[in-house]
């Protein structure tokens, strides 16, 4: 079936490791999301790319990094300078980028102990 | 940053009953799209309004857009207790570049 997979669903980080949250699609869509919801949150814009080798940062991408090498692929960086990386992480695709309908993953689930 | 704001954040209704929850945004925008969220899942899209639409219909849903308000509105009619979900407005903002930007959503419990 065609869609997004997220994972892994739950992830355990110890404070000052990395981790890295995988993100894949096989609807042949160009742009790709990555947001972040904290509880009983919206949605906050971490990173974004339109097309493959090229991504933008969006409103919180302080201490995340991510990379475009495959148009299916657009995984997500949690680093150790990330202050407060305990929260729900959202990927999304689009075939016509913010003009067009956003399909999401079913979201990864990052606890920091 | 420029999010839209929901209101209200929370709505409890009978089954039955139609539930209604607003939107409001700053700046000019291009489109702007409903989603649904259930507990601990993903987002699911519901409808989109163009800026040079007022209103549109899927099944029970129907949203309005007032541009000289910057304010819209999500109605779901007969809701179910399978509606119960978090509703979510996102602005295509005209400045922004390709991204969409999220409220904070509207917790909607339909009780059976």
């Known amino acids: 079936d065609g869609g997004i997979t997220q994972s892994p669903k739950y992830l355990f980080r110890k404070e000052g490791q990395n981790v890295t949250l995988s993100c894949e699609q096989n609807?042949?869509?160009?742009?790709m999301y990555w947001y972040r919801q904290d509880p009983g949150q919206g949605l906050r814009l971490i990173y974004y790319s339109q097309i493959v080798n090229d991504f933008q940062k969006g409103d919180i991408a302080e201490g995340y990094s991510v990379s475009r090498e495959k148009k299916e692929s657009f995984p997500l960086t949690v680093t150790s300078a990330q202050k407060n990386p305990t929260a729900f992480y959202l990927c999304?695709?689009?075939?016509?980028?913010?003009?067009?309908?956003?399909?999401f993953g079913e979201g990864s689930r990052l606890t920091v102990l | 940053s420029q999010q839209g704001e929901e209101d209200p954040q929370a709505l409890s209704i009978q089954e039955g009953e139609n539930a209604t929850m607003n939107c409001s945004y700053k700046?000019?925008?291009?489109?702007l799209q409903w989603y649904r969220q259930n507990s601990g899942r993903g987002l699911v899209h519901l409808i989109l309004?163009?800026?040079?639409?007022r209103e549109k219909h899927s099944g029970r849903l129907r949203v309005t857009l007032d541009t000289s308000k910057k304010s819209s509105s999500l109605l779901i009619t007969a809701s179910r207790a399978a509606d119960t979900a978090s509703y979510f407005c996102a602005t295509d903002y005209k400045a922004a570049g390709n991204k969409l930007t999220f409220g904070g959503g509207t917790r909607v419990l339909v009780k059976p």
């Open positions: 309004i163009r800026s040079n639409e």
């Open positions: 609807l042949n869509h160009d742009a």
């Open positions: 999304a695709s689009s075939a016509g980028g913010a003009s067009g309908e956003l399909f």
């Open positions: 700046t000019s925008i291009n489109n």
